[in-house]
């Protein structure tokens, strides 16, 4: 029999009702969840291939892609198949058992990546604190650095995530204040300097790891020199310490390469890690890549995560990373990418002041200071959905699926919203 309590809560649960608008789930999205994001106007509730679709019905050229995450498009056919064909033979089995699909996704991993192993995590944080504390037990075990002295250097204006070993590798005060005392162990240097990079390996011999985005995308798109990845590699091997590449958001084909780094000839980080486009946006799955003599200094029970590496997300991942490949999405992020550069270079407008990025990833920053996520609300409203990155620049993030067509029509749409803030 059911209680009174349950009937009671079975009645108070929320139905969602035909006709609902954007400000009604705005306001229920706001009465029950934490306010940790500064969220758009618009509600999505549907998404297909290169739009997504808001609670009214409203459909738009998907220029955020989820922070990267839906490089294949949303509701990819492969991806879902492969989703579906695996929830009928094994979703979970954790990481007391092997899996045959964990087997086959590791060795995919590695001869698609050139890396010997791979530690499967759930998020683009937790890739990136395995790849430091790996970079932290190979400092301690194969370089001598005292246990208590290690340290990894960050850059400025890095994001990494908003863990507490995140945060403390971070320069932005409103991610780090008032949480706490921070990890130790971490260390800054300016992004794109290579030199003031040696100047803190010559002063700190306990330095094991300089980990960096190869190209900064929370901070607005920020693309280095074109020598410095080959530089600050040249530098870590110099003074021997591991270079990390976090390529959690400009990794899998976003810059018009398989991962970011490869704009360089020659560059081959030590430990690479990968989320987001991993899965195609379907599930969480994140990776940390490395060589054996880096992984295996982890011993047994001192790392790992429950789901890490689960049957489902191996399944999809697999699949997601194939339609990279198989559909050839680097070459398309590289050719449509400078198609719509030059389209966005175009424009006729004064609002525009400076447009970057590489690939399908680019920061459009408009002439118009503070008004940057009023502009993105208008670009909403005419079609096209982004964000913001501050308060005067924009990030463009499309799948990397999208036609020249559509491409045409979202700098259409940009025009357009430029014109309004005229």
């Known amino acids: 029999m059911i209680s009174s309590r349950l009937l009671r809560a079975k009645n108070r649960v929320p139905k ?242 398989m991962l970011a780094h490869q704009f360089e000839e020659g560059v081959r980080p030590d430990i690479v890690t990968l989320a987001k486009a991993t899965t195609g946006g379907v599930l969480p799955l994140s990776l940390a890549l490395a060589d054996s003599h880096i992984i295996d200094l982890l011993g047994k029970g001192q790392h790992g995560t429950t789901y890490g590496g689960n049957a489902l997300g191996c399944a999809v991942a697999k699949a997601a990373i194939e339609v990279i490949i198989e559909e050839d999405l680097c070459e398309r992020s590289r050719v449509n990418g400078a198609f719509f550069h030059n389209l966005l270079e175009s424009l006729d407008t004064p609002v525009i002041k400076l447009v970057r990025g590489r690939g399908l990833w680019y920061s459009l920053v408009i002439d118009r200071p503070g008004q940057a996520k009023e502009f993105s609300e208008v670009l909403a409203k005419n079609g096209l959905a982004c964000r913001n990155t501050d308060g005067e620049s924009l990030r463009f993030a499309p799948p990397l699926t999208i036609e020249r067509e559509q491409l045409e029509q979202a700098a259409e749409i940009i025009l357009k919203t430029c014109k309004e803030f005229e």
């Open 16 to 257: 969602r009702l035909f006709g609902t608008t954007n400000k009604d789930e705005t306001d229920r999205n706001n009465k029950y969840l934490a306010a940790t994001y500064d969220v758009c106007d618009s509600v999505i509730s549907k998404a297909n291939g290169i739009y997504v679709e808001d609670v009214e019905g409203h459909k738009m050229l998907d220029f955020h892609s989820g922070y990267s995450c839906t490089n294949q498009g949303h509701l990819h056919p492969k991806i879902l198949q492969a989703l579906y064909d695996q929830t009928k033979k094994l979703t979970m089995a954790s990481r007391i058992f092997n899996t045959d699909i964990s087997g086959e996704f590791a060795q995919f991993i590695s001869e698609t990546f050139g890396y010997e192993k791979m530690v499967p995590m759930n998020s683009g944080s937790e890739a990136c604190e395995c790849a430091v504390k790996m970079a932290r037990r190979w400092g301690v075990m194969s370089k001598g650095i005292d246990n208590d002295k290690v340290t990894v250097i960050t850059t400025h204006n890095c994001f990494w995530g908003r863990t507490i070993v995140s945060m403390s590798g971070c320069s932005d005060p409103n991610r780090y204040s008032n949480f706490g005392p921070l990890v130790p162990g971490f260390d800054m240097v300016p992004f794109n300097d290579p030199d003031a990079l040696e100047e803190k390996l010559k002063e700190n011999p306990n330095i094991c790891a300089f980990m960096i985005e190869p190209i900064q995308g929370a901070a607005g798109v920020i693309v280095p020199d074109d020598d410095y990845l080959r530089r600050v590699q040249a530098l870590c091997r110099k003074y021997n310490v591991l270079f990390i590449c976090d390529e959690v958001q400009a990794g899998l084909g976003r810059t018009g390469y």
